[in-house]
């Protein structure tokens, strides 16, 4: 008798954990994506040299896209630097991988000093354009970036640290953490250049 109740507490939970599971798959196969549509916008902004970039321009070739600031302090000067330790681990996997640095503080970062502080990686494209164009890129990637005031006067910002993954059609396919483990960043660019 406990035997068949015991059984029968059994197969009501299975049928209890089925039915959540289906609902669960259905919910998930069916709903927007949160994603969907990110980065996709009207911003014109200009690279380091003075050629306009679009969202557009993302399409033909995978790509990092990291936003920052040239006054940062860690995040940045530590993200680029891990950007040009992918492409030496990667090789000639990287050549068709592009990346870019889009500046959240327009005022200080001109495209002479954008250019400067990317240079020295051969690899990265600083990204710039009126305060109005990047607070629409800022938008359209759904970034944080926040202005943040100093005792002295003057000002740091805050930022949203993660280096965003797009395929060769310009969509989103993901992100790589801020100092997430090398093997693990490295996987994700293998998968992106081989979409």
């Given at each position: ?19 959540s ?14 994603t969907?549509?990110?980065g996709?916008?009207d ?11 679009t ?34 681990a ?16 327009p ?10 502080y ?10 710039t ?36 993954l ?19 960043a ?10």
């Amino acid at each position: 008798m406990a035997f068949s109740r015991l059984r029968l507490v059994l197969w009501v939970a299975v049928a209890a954990v089925a039915a959540s599971a289906t609902g669960l798959y259905l919910f998930n196969s069916t709903r927007p994506t949160l994603t969907a549509g990110l980065g996709h916008g009207d911003y014109v902004l200009a690279t380091a040299t003075g050629e306009s970039f679009t969202r557009e321009s993302f399409n033909g070739a995978p790509s990092a896209l990291f936003f920052g600031f040239t006054h940062c302090p860690e995040v940045c000067p530590t993200s680029l630097a891990e950007m040009t330790a992918w492409y030496e681990a990667l090789g000639a996997e990287a050549k068709d991988l592009k990346a870019y640095f889009i500046t959240v503080d327009p005022e200080r970062d001109t495209p002479e000093v954008l250019a400067d502080y990317v240079g020295w990686t051969k690899v990265v494209t600083g990204l710039t354009g009126t305060p109005e164009e990047i607070d629409k890129a800022v938008r359209a990637w759904a970034v944080y970036a926040a202005k943040v005031p100093l005792e002295d006067g003057d000002y740091t910002m805050d930022h949203t640290a993660s280096v965003f993954l797009l395929n060769r059609k310009g969509e989103f396919e993901g992100t790589i953490a801020y100092r997430e483990d090398s093997n693990t960043a490295l996987a994700k660019l293998r998968k992106l250049i081989n979409l």
